[in-house]
């Protein structure tokens, strides 16, 4: 029976990476459903036999790698400020339409990589951290200047970081006595097998390295922990904002070498794309999120549809709430860091999942592929309400049918109630093993 659900399972992701087009929503849903309950089945029944479903989670990420993405498009700019890095130009200095304009200016696949990654991102400055762009850089060079050839470098770079987190994820789930079984929630879930290995989300490097981490301060390792902590927040900025929490996890010396390690190692990976201009460009790119963008949005779309009724303006009220959202999140950190216990592990990475949730409640922008850094978190504790966001999230793909590109607001509702009202049952079955200031 395992063995057939299986093969029904690379059925259905052989028909994802190859057979289907982003505007059919119904294809699309329909797979996603289907991946989740034999994800769900998989697990239920073979969750003591981690050689079946461990080759069973490579091989279907393994389904993806001759294929580009046909559900996202950022693996254009991926290649473009990889090629750039190779051909000596700094990424984070010019944008795709700036240097498009240039007469002297040639890239290999230049006009097929600037279609590809659409006007929104082709004039912007690039957005993505130091490391990452190494990464680029690498798959660039190991690709030949090739599309494909580079989609299958980096493509292997995020499944070996999806095994390295199978790895460093049990070993951390038996450290702090849970069952290591748990990690199939990540590791079979389809959310992560589609956006990190086949829409080629970085996502999943982060938290490799993240994940490493918390697996080193397991073991008391606390300095050397901080080497891949930092290599995580140069891959993807969101570990950051849990930065506050080792101030009262560590002693306060220990607290300050950790973050002295940190800053060290990414002052030094940022030092070879530095100029007058860096912090700018890349601070006011970074700063679009909060005040620009806007998708998925939970409690912000209900907050717009009451301000619209009293005659505020759209574009006015995003930039207003993105700065709040910004000032709210440091606020939520420090409450977190002063008015929990951080002193175990264990403890420290449920605050992380509060910390984490709390900010994509509050996010005007919610891609799929962020929750996937919410759902590694919740493994190592109780709350699984992650999982059920992880699949009533596919609703917010309906966008992509649209040609404008429009959400629909009924779907949307259906998404955050289910993800609300789950969240709500956990925490009153669980007797309110919450923080404290939270529950007050």
Known sequence: MSIILALMCFGFYYTFAYHLERTDFIKLLTLFVAL??????????????????????????????LTEPNLSQDYYRFIWDGQLILDGINPYLFTPDT?????????????????????????????????NQFIFAIAAFLGGKN?????????????????????????????????????????????????LTGNLHFEGVMLFFFIWALYLLSVKKWALAAIPYALSICVKLVPLIFLPLFLTYF?????????????????????????????????????????????????????????VQFDAKPWELIKSYGKLTAYTLITISLLFTFLTKNQKLSNLISNMLWILTIYYFLSTTVHPWYIVFLVLLSIFTEYRFTV???????????????????????????????????LVYEIISKKGNIPKFLKN
């Open 147 to 195: 599309i494909m050839g580079t989609v299958v470098v980096l493509r292997t770079i995020i499944i070996l970081s999806d095994i390295g987190i199978f790895y460093f994820g049990r070993k951390l789930l038996k450290k702090i006595n849970r069952s290591p079984h748990v990690i199939f929630w990540y590791f079979l879930n389809p959310l992560i097998i589609v956006e």
């Open 99 to 131: 240097l498009m304009d240039r007469s002297d200016f040639f890239l290999a696949n230049a006009q097929e990589l600037h279609n590809g990654m659409g006007a929104l991102s082709a004039r912007h400055f690039s957005n993505y951290p130091p490391f």
């Open 36 to 65: 989740f309950f034999l994800c769900f089945k998989l697990i239920q029944f073979e969750k003591w036999n981690f050689k079946f479903l461990l080759i069973c989670g490579v091989i279907f990420r393994f389904v993806f790698l």
């Open 388 to 422: 059920i966001w992880s699949a009533a999230i596919v609703l917010s793909y309906y966008a992509y049918a649209q040609i404008e590109f429009k959400e629909h607001m009924g779907l949307l509702a259906v998404e955050y109630i289910s993800v609300y009202g789950f």
């Open 251 to 307: 002693k306060w010396k220990q607290s300050l070498l950790f973050y002295t390690i940190i800053g060290v190692i990414s002052l030094v990976l940022t030092l070879p794309f530095f100029a007058p201009e860096f912090i700018n460009n890349y601070s006011d790119t970074v700063g679009l999120w909060f005040s620009n963008f806007e998708f998925n949005a939970g409690f912000y779309n209900g907050l717009k549809k009451i301000a």
